[in-house]
T-cell receptor, first 115, second 110 residues
């Protein structure tokens, strides 16, 4: 398996622009997570899905953030409009607890810079 | 909410040395994982270990759930072990939802 695939790896955008981050989980994994990492706040959970359904979005910072999972192999995290304080590394992870192992597999992350 | 504390915050080792990293958590958990974030930023899952002991090569981990701590042992450290080690536990009544500690920054010198 190619693992969890995120795109783009790096994104530089201007304040006010829309940003879309993409994630392809490992095939067969039924949980998908979006995390954000910053120096100040560390790794924080934004939202997670089970079988394509959003379960908990309490970590989404504000209405400017939205996430979708239209099918089992694709998810997006969108920021509209983007602000400089959104600059961070955004990680996607997936897991398959049905195997008895809740271990997460992370993607390589998207480094977002909003100028 | 649950608190996750890792110690030490940073550690410098000579290649070949052994080390023990600790993770304390403030409430009962049924999901605990250790991760390594390498200098390129990649997060690698080392162990899913809600209780008991596991070993994988030079790494091993032990979780004593009743006493609310977990230990990660690194033996015969190599420069490639450098990076940040995170402990994460479940919270909010959901087994699969993790909160991360602040990490231990490890530097292994040749």
């Amino acid at each position: 398996d190619a693992g969890v695939i995120q795109s783009p790896r790096h994104e530089v955008t201007e304040m006010g622009q829309e940003v879309t981050l993409r994630c392809k989980p490992i095939s067969g994994h039924d949980y998908l997570f979006w995390y954000r990492q910053t120096m100040m706040r560390g790794l924080e959970l934004l939202i997670y899905f089970n079988n394509n359904v959003p379960i908990d979005d309490s970590g989404m910072p504000e209405d400017r953030f939205s996430a979708k999972m239209p099918n089992a192999s694709f998810s997006t995290l969108k920021i509209q409009p983007s602000e400089p304080r959104d600059s961070a590394v955004y990680f996607c992870a997936s897991s398959d607890p049905g195997t008895g192992d809740y271990g997460y597999t992370f993607g390589s992350g998207t480094r977002l810079t909003v100028v | 909410g649950i608190q996750v504390e890792q110690s030490p915050p940073d550690l410098i080792l000579q290649e070949g040395a052994n080390s023990t990293l600790r993770c304390n958590f403030s409430d009962s958990v049924n999901n605990l994982q250790w991760f390594h974030q390498n200098p390129w930023g990649q997060l690698i899952n080392l162990f899913y270990i809600p209780s008991g002991t596991k070993q994988n090569g030079r790494l091993s981990a032990t979780t004593v759930a009743t006493e609310r701590y977990s230990l990660l042992y690194i033996s015969s450290s190599q420069t490639t072990d450098s990076g940040v080690y995170f402990c994460a536990v479940n919270y909010g009544g959901a087994t699969n939802k993790l909160i991360f500690g602040t990490g231990t920054l490890l530097a292994v010198q040749p």
